[in-house]
């Protein structure tokens, strides 16, 4: 089962941050936390993963709470291109099954 | 590099006939593939985790002799949906993994089955 609980949909100005939340606080020790993307009718892409750092790439941050129980992912200047749903994921770096949760659907609105 | 690729993008087949989806990693060596199924509007469901030469393990609630899978090669993963039945009609979506430390997954762009 999912041990991610996201809100169902967000909207977000176009060129403005999209701050983009997620509760895991049943995350183990070993489990990283992991962000995907899924546009419709397509298989999800990566955007970012991380263990307790805060983590930056091309594509977005990864903000992770101290205590790990939750984390934020921020696409720093959202484009219509960004409207997805995004998926939390915290996997084990063992094993690594993914068990989706329900996402957030993020429309980037002109 | 990370690329996965999916075989066939989309397929229609008659109800009872059997079905064959290849995975395949282009540019790594994929220690672990998986697959997932996906109905409309809903999110993605792990079906099973296939380790190169070994059997597949299913999730509770899928029927492995109903969804064959196949990891013969560290780039190559099958899923062949036996028998199947309108209600396997779905969006299957296979990912890779290669071993490194955090194990993150490379997706494939799916294969929509609709079953008459």
């Known amino acids: 089962d999912a041990k991610t609980t996201q809100p169902t949909s967000m909207d977000c100005a176009e060129g403005r941050a999209a701050n983009l939340p997620c509760n895991h606080s049943t995350i183990s020790g070993n489990e990283y936390v992991y962000w995907y993307r899924q546009i419709h009718s397509q298989g999800p892409q990566y955007i970012i993963h991380?263990?307790?750092n805060n983590e930056t790439n091309e594509m977005a941050s990864l903000i992770i709470t101290e205590d790990r129980k939750s984390s934020t992912l921020i696409l720093p200047h959202a484009t219509l291109r960004d409207t997805a749903v995004y998926y939390c994921i915290v996997s084990a770096n063992t094993g690594n099954q993914f068990y989706f949760g329900t996402g957030t659907s993020l429309t980037v609105i002109p | 590099g990370a690329v996965v690729s999916q075989h066939p993008s989309w397929v229609i087949c008659k109800s009872g006939t059997s079905v064959k989806i290849e995975c395949r990693s282009l540019d790594f060596q994929a220690t672990t593939m998986f697959w997932y199924r996906q109905f409309p509007k809903q999110s993605l469901m792990l079906m099973a985790t296939?380790?190169?030469?070994?059997?597949?393990?299913?999730e509770q609630g899928v029927e492995k002799d109903k969804f064959l899978i196949n990891h013969a090669s560290l780039t190559l993963s099958t899923l062949t949906v036996t028998s199947a039945h309108p209600e396997d009609s779905s969006f299957y979506i296979c990912?890779?993994?290669?071993?490194?430390?955090?194990?993150?997954?490379?997706f494939g762009p799916g294969t929509r089955l609709t079953v008459t």
């Open positions: 991380g263990l307790k």
């Open positions: 990912s890779a993994s290669r071993q490194a430390s955090s194990y993150e997954q490379y």
């Open positions: 296939s380790n190169e030469g070994s059997k597949a393990t299913y």
